[in-house]
């Protein structure tokens, strides 16, 4: 299985670069819940983290992901910084514009200011800061590979705990994706405050409470 590098980190480093930050975002196709983007720098491209299995959120398992995670967060050679806009604001906004927002929210959470940014995808964001988007950089790049992985189990616990609030749902199950499962449940009881009004939900139920 390929995995990803820091193959385009480095050609941005030698060209000066310093701070270079991967970013992607997790929740962009749910129809329930906010959309979570992270940011990543590594301080040290040669960190043995390299070796610990980093690699598209997708292609990890829930307890690989819980790992890396707190490894990540509390390695001091990795800066990073979280993202989130709330479903209300996908709704007046649109996805694509909140995923937008999430990662420059994301980029201001973080200690220091990157100087160059990679994004996940085939979009910039509007900033000052140069970037390079690459679609599916998540497979790619190694910044952006951690920066799933801390947005994807970052999102995954906010919606946990929608879970224990709407369990009727089984938001546990599929996170807010539009699974079998969860269209049937969303058919049987309608969209409780968290959904996304703005999204097609195929025929169910428009009562909230």
């Known amino acids: 299985m390929k995995v990803p590098s820091f193959q385009v980190e480095r050609k941005l480093w030698k060209k ?15 129809l329930a819940g906010p959309v979570v983007a992270a940011a990543v720098v590594f301080k040290n491209p040669k960190s043995k983290i390299q070796n610990l299995g980093v690699n598209d959120s997708k292609k990890l398992s829930p307890k690989k992901r819980e790992e890396l995670f707190k490894i990540l967060i509390k390695n001091p050679q990795v800066e990073w910084g979280i993202g989130r806009v709330s479903e209300k ?23 220091h200011k ?46 946990i705990r929608y879970h224990k609030k709407y369990p009727r749902y089984g938001f546990d199950r599929h996170k807010g994706y539009s699974t079998k499962y969860h269209r049937k449940m969303l058919k049987k ?11 097609n939900y195929g025929g169910s139920k428009t009562k909230t409470y």
């Open 16 to 30: 000066g670069y310093k701070k270079v930050a991967g970013l992607d975002e997790v929740g962009r196709g749910c």
């Open 114 to 159: 990157p100087d160059f940014l990679i994004l996940d995808g085939n979009f910039k964001i509007d900033s000052p800061i140069s970037q390079k988007s690459i679609i599916k950089g998540d497979e790619k790049v190694f910044s952006v590979a951690a920066a799933s992985i801390l947005a994807k189990v970052w999102r995954d616990r906010i919606i």
């Open 189 to 199: 009881y309608g969209r409780c405050v968290i959904y996304r009004k703005s999204f």
């Open 89 to 111: 604001i996908i709704d007046k906004i649109n996805i694509l514009e909140a995923t937008k927002l999430a990662m420059k929210r994301a980029i201001k959470k973080m200690e």
